[in-house]
């Protein structure tokens, strides 16, 4: 019975791997963003075209907003062995950015790529 309690209390000290993963909003508003034709789509279409609402509005000085619709993603990996941890986080944000006239009228759009991460088993180098 008393080995029994030893290896039930000694078993929180082993440690083990660690693996998580955090997705920031939804990397598909880059693919998205291509439906938004400038001269024609007005903001008020935009959250039904991106499937949100914008991460931010930037209101610009002469009248004209920018809704930016970001998104990412970061996985983290380790090992921790009871008071000893290694680990590693891989992140990559990106960002839609929709520039609209005073009229809400967009004018153009600049999106960059969806951004991969990579999960890695060694904390130390690529």
Known sequence: MKRLLLLVAALPLLGGCIWNRALVNDA???ARAEAI???QTRAEELPDIMGRVPTSVIPLR??????AFS?????????????FTL????????AVYVFTDEAGVVRHVEASPAPETAWE??????
């Open 28 to 30: 598909g508003v880059a």
């Open 37 to 39: 034709v400038p001269g």
């Open 62 to 67: 002469d009248g004209r907003l920018i809704y």
């Open 71 to 83: 998104y990412g993603d970061a996985k983290t990996e380790g090992f921790t062995l009871i008071l």
């Open 87 to 94: 680990s590693k986080t891989n992140s990559a944000f990106s």
């Open 121 to 126: 088993t060694w904390p130390f180098g690529a």
